[in-house]
């Protein structure tokens, strides 16, 4: 006799309730459009607090086989709640985006897609004026730092991060062998989905599991092997951000699990180590025993402190950065 079948995923992360209610239930408006980018369509949504003025604006960037359609609008709509008007964008070969599942072929080009939308809302006469932060998740924080590299000096007031991939876990990182013997092939295997899984540990936290599976569940979560371009252009990316950390001026605060496989802390620390922001404008916060996805999936009072940390820092910010606005 078989066995019954699991019941089917809910049509939001949140359950079975409408969009339009959900949304005013947590005091916020969400909005969904394509951006037509030199490059590529990208899906783009945007999340703003209901009866309370803006404060500053946030662009957020997912992580790797993530989108900003599924359990990643947890921090968006924390963020709206706060008072903070939110932006974010699925990246190419992610969601609802141009490109094919799960495939990154140039992380450059990835990065200036999102951020030619997000300098189109920062630049927008409704919030050209107002403080303006980047905030990247796993992947999407090495994505958000390569925005940052390519943005002219001015742009952005402050830079945020959960849990960072600025250096790959030993256990993940890809194989040069396999690497090189694909790229002789010159080019034909750079979409393959071929390279081996990485060997994680399993999530760290009492009701961890529960809330995996409920990630787990996202129609468009790209589920396969990683393909070749995209592990080529995760090993790139991150040593031509390390060689860059000094470049970094402006104020950040990055949130990072001490049981992390896979992002290292130690990426983290580098960042804290060499950008030449001032110290006083440097945060790094280590949360013990907390693993990667500090907002999806660690257990809800470990996740609660995350944000509340979070909504400390920048709301501290945005009042720092008026006070210095009334000064000048």
Not at 121 to 142: C, I, N, T, W
Request: charged share 20%; proline share 9%.
């Amino acid at each position: 006799m078989q066995p019954p079948s699991p019941p089917p995923p809910p049509p939001f992360f949140w359950g079975e309730t409408p969009e339009d209610e959900y949304y005013k239930s947590q005091n916020v408006t969400n909005s969904k459009s394509y951006f037509q980018t030199p490059n590529a369509k990208i899906f783009t949504q945007s999340w703003l607090p209901l009866n309370q003025p803006i404060k500053a604006t946030v662009f957020m960037t997912h992580g790797y086989t993530n989108d900003t359609s599924w359990v990643f609008q947890k921090i968006c709509i924390s963020y709206a709640q706060w008072g903070y008007a939110v932006f974010a964008a699925d990246l190419v070969g992610h969601g609802c985006s141009d490109g094919l599942p799960g495939y990154i072929g140039n992380m450059d080009e990835a990065a200036a897609n999102s951020l030619s939308y997000f300098l189109s809302v920062r630049r927008s006469e409704q919030y050209k004026d107002l403080p303006a932060f980047l905030l990247g998740e796993s992947m999407g924080g090495l994505v958000t730092l390569l925005m940052y590299l390519q943005s002219d000096p001015g742009t952005w007031t402050g830079l945020i991060f959960s849990a960072p991939l600025f250096v790959i876990p030993e256990a993940m990182v890809p194989s040069k062998l396999h690497l090189t013997l694909y790229g002789l092939l010159f080019g034909l295997a750079d979409t393959w989905a071929v390279m081996p899984p990485p060997r994680m540990a399993p999530p760290t936290g009492g009701n961890g599991n529960r809330k995996l599976s409920l990630k787990a569940m996202n129609p468009k979560r790209y589920a396969g092997k990683p393909r070749v371009g995209t592990m080529r252009e995760v090993a790139r990316a991150t040593e031509y951000v390390r060689k860059n950390f000094e470049k970094v001026k402006i104020p950040f605060f990055i949130g990072h699990g001490t049981a992390d496989p896979m992002a290292c802390q130690s990426g983290s620390e580098m960042l804290c180590e060499k950008a030449v922001t001032k110290a006083e404008d440097k945060e790094l916060k280590l949360y013990e025993g907390m693993g990667h996805s500090l907002i999806a999936v660690e257990p809800d009072e470990a996740s609660d402190r995350v944000l509340a940390d979070m909504k400390a820092w920048i709301d501290h910010k945005v009042e720092k950065y008026g006070l210095e606005c009334k000064d000048s």
